[in-house]
T-cell receptor, first 115, second 113 residues
Framework: DSGVTQTPKHLITATGQRVTLRCSPR?????VYWYQQSLDQGLQFLIQ???????AKGNILERFSAQQFPDLHSELNLSSLELGDSALYFC??????????????FGPGTRLTVL | AQTVTQSQPEMSVQEAETVTLSCTYD???????LFWYKQPPSRQMILVIR??????QNATENRFSVNFQKAAKSFSLKISDSQLGDAAMYFC??????????FGKGITLSVRP
């Protein structure tokens, strides 16, 4: 158990809908990262938040957005869903002490299926 | 942009034997970090080992060790005394100045009893 929690574990929805994925980082970790894992794209970095502020952005679609709240939990919002958005979405967290790459610890993931 | 290449999609090893998983990367940076993550059938991403580029000494974690060749931009993972529980997908990852992890496509390792 990495200490990172994600809810829900599974999500099935229809095209055009909007969903919210939730992540709670390990205690003491200030950074939260979101990744998408799909068969065709592999594991891709989407976005990073540090202590409530966006820090780095990857291949995140405009239909997707994220935020990190004062209690450091994070939510990833996916809207206007398409079949191709079906994937495993991971959240990871790290201490982010500054000056070096802290190890990222991954949550169990949320499996999104868009029908 | 940095790229990570894992050219072998699958490998197989006999239980108790040693196996080496290959990874190469492309970067113009001198300071970076490299990781191997394991993803078993449960899909959980588990950190196996980490290497700082400024360290010449190869990282080791119990039965797992790396062969880090900075000039060749190579970062292979050696698993000694393979166990059935080592069967999983293994991902090599690069972390650089852009503050994001870039993953290779992964390699599926099977362990024969």
């Amino acid at each position: 158990d990495s200490g990172v929690t994600q809810t829900p574990k599974h999500l099935i929805t229809a095209t055009g809908q909007r969903v919210t994925l939730r992540c709670s980082p390990r205690s003491g970790d200030l950074s939260v990262y979101w990744y998408q894992q799909s068969l065709d794209q592999g594991l891709q970095f989407l976005i990073q938040y540090y202590n409530g502020e966006e820090r780095a952005k990857g291949n995140i679609l405009e239909r997707f957005s994220a935020q990190q709240f004062p209690d450091l939990h994070s939510e990833l919002n996916l809207s206007s869903l398409e079949l191709g958005d079906s994937a495993l979405y991971f959240c990871a967290s790290s201490v982010d002490s500054g000056g070096s790459a802290d190890t990222q610890y991954f949550g169990p993931g949320t499996r999104l299926t868009v029908l | 942009a940095q790229t990570v290449t894992q050219s072998q999609p699958e490998m197989s090893v006999q239980e108790a034997e040693t196996v080496t998983l290959s990874c190469t990367y492309d970067t113009s940076e001198s300071d970076y970090y490299l990781f191997w993550y394991k993803q078993p059938p449960s899909r959980q991403m588990i950190l196996v080992i980490r290497q700082e580029a400024y360290k010449q000494q190869n990282a080791t974690e119990n039965r797992f060790s790396v062969n880090f060749q900075k000039a060749a931009k190579s970062f292979s993972l050696k698993i000694s005394d393979s166990q059935l529980g080592d069967a999983a997908m293994y991902f090599c990852a690069y972390y650089g100045a852009n503050s994001k992890l870039t993953f290779g496509k992964g390699i599926t390792l099977s362990v024969r009893p």
